[in-house]
């Protein structure tokens, strides 16, 4: 099974400044990394898949790179909506298909 | 644009069976091969774990630290699907949401989910 580790666990940001989130495998992902953005009492949303590909609609602040074991979610400019918890999830080798523990963005 | 929905029981006693079914809206769950339907769950403050898995040609794949006490299923006419987890404890409590997971080579993401059911094992 591959572990996926994310750090940190807890991020305090100010809006508009930049947030840098880390994901990281237990063995190489290759580009099979999705991140998904959480709200309290909602289910995880789909932000980005493949390392970089960002889903229709989400807002271009959000990129990610990344191959291999490291990947890195990146959120330029932080805005009100995006104070949330966001997971990583690996799907090159399952099943299972893991999630890291997830990174709490906060003010 | 396809949409998931849980129900179920929110309270299940110890050792007995948590059942809960995913209505998918919009289209066939069975007449692709591009997807397939899965189980999720989050317990309390905590992050997420995939259960299991169902493909329209009636394969499942199921996480092997569950796999003994799960079944995934479904209804092709009523285009649902269902879990059913047996022997549960507290420690089964959580959030359960259904996903639709896009399925093939360098794929796997679980896009869109259901709002998910809190069950508590009490």
């Known amino acids: 099974e591959i572990v996926m580790t994310q750090s940190p666990a807890t991020l305090s940001v100010s809006p508009g400044e930049r947030a840098t989130l880390s994901c990281r495998a237990s063995?190489?992902?290759?580009?099979?990394l999705a991140w998904y953005q959480q709200k309290p009492g909602q289910a995880p949303r789909l932000l980005i898949y493949g390392a970089y590909n960002r889903v229709t609609g989400i807002p271009a602040r959000f990129s990610g790179s990344g191959s291999g074991t490291e990947f890195t979610l990146t959120i330029s400019s932080l805005q009100s909506e995006d104070f949330a918890v966001y997971y990583c999830?690996?799907?090159?080798?399952?099943?299972?298909?893991?999630f890291g523990q997830g990174t709490k963005v906060e003010i | 644009q396809v949409q998931l929905q849980e129900s179920g029981p929110g309270l299940v006693k110890p050792s007995e069976t948590l059942s809960l079914t995913c209505t998918v809206s919009v289209g066939s769950i069975w007449n692709s091969n591009t997807y397939s339907w899965d189980w999720l769950r989050q317990p309390p403050g905590k992050g997420l774990e995939w259960i299991g898995s169902i493909y329209y040609t009636g394969k499942f794949y199921y996480s092997p630290s569950q796999k003994s006490r799960v079944t995934i299923s479904a209804d092709t006419s009523k285009n649902q699907f269902s879990l059913k987890l047996i022997s549960v404890t507290a420690a089964d409590t959580a959030v359960y949401y259904c996903a639709r997971r896009t399925d093939g080579s360098q794929r796997g993401w679980f896009d869109p989910w259901g709002p998910g059911t809190l069950v508590t094992v009490s």
């Open positions: 999830q690996q799907y090159n080798d399952w099943p299972p298909w893991t």
């Open positions: 063995q190489s992902v290759s580009s099979n």
